[in-house]
């Protein structure tokens, strides 16, 4: 599967953005999704992922309350709403997918996914 991230962009601090990750070229119901993001000068962090039926009960505790993930199976498309963006969220975000089931032990890892993204930049201005 190949995975296109879109939607990122500069905004203020308090607004929302809608990122988009659209698959192709293979059965998207088949994965399992996350977002990761990774700022300037710091590893690459789990933000949250979705199953393949569309739930979603893995998030980063720091993350819980601001970062909402969906899916559309439909349109091959799963979408990350941030909203309340912070200074401090300004990173590369990158979509991954993989097709073994997710686990609380693994789904943080980035050696879980098998594939990814080219990232989209969401840059917050104070």
């Known amino acids: 599967v190949q995975l296109q991230a879109s939607g990122g962009g500069l905004v203020q601090a308090g607004g929302s953005l809608r990122l988009s990750c659209v698959a192709s070229?293979?059965?998207?119901?088949?994965?399992?999704v996350a977002w990761f993001r990774q700022a300037p000068g710091k590893e690459r962090e789990f933000v949250r992922a979705?199953?393949?039926?569309?739930?979603?009960?893995y998030v980063a505790n720091s993350m819980a309350g601001r970062f909402t993930i969906s899916r559309d199976n439909a349109k091959n498309t799963v979408y990350l709403q941030i909203n309340g963006l912070e200074p401090e969220d300004t990173a590369v975000y990158y979509c991954a997918a993989t097709t073994r089931p997710l686990a609380v032990a693994r789904v943080a890892s980035t050696g879980t996914y098998a594939y990814w993204g080219q990232g989209t930049q969401v840059t917050v201005s104070s």
């Open positions: 070229g293979s059965t998207f119901s088949s994965y399992y």
């Open positions: 979705i199953t393949k039926s569309g739930s979603s009960p």
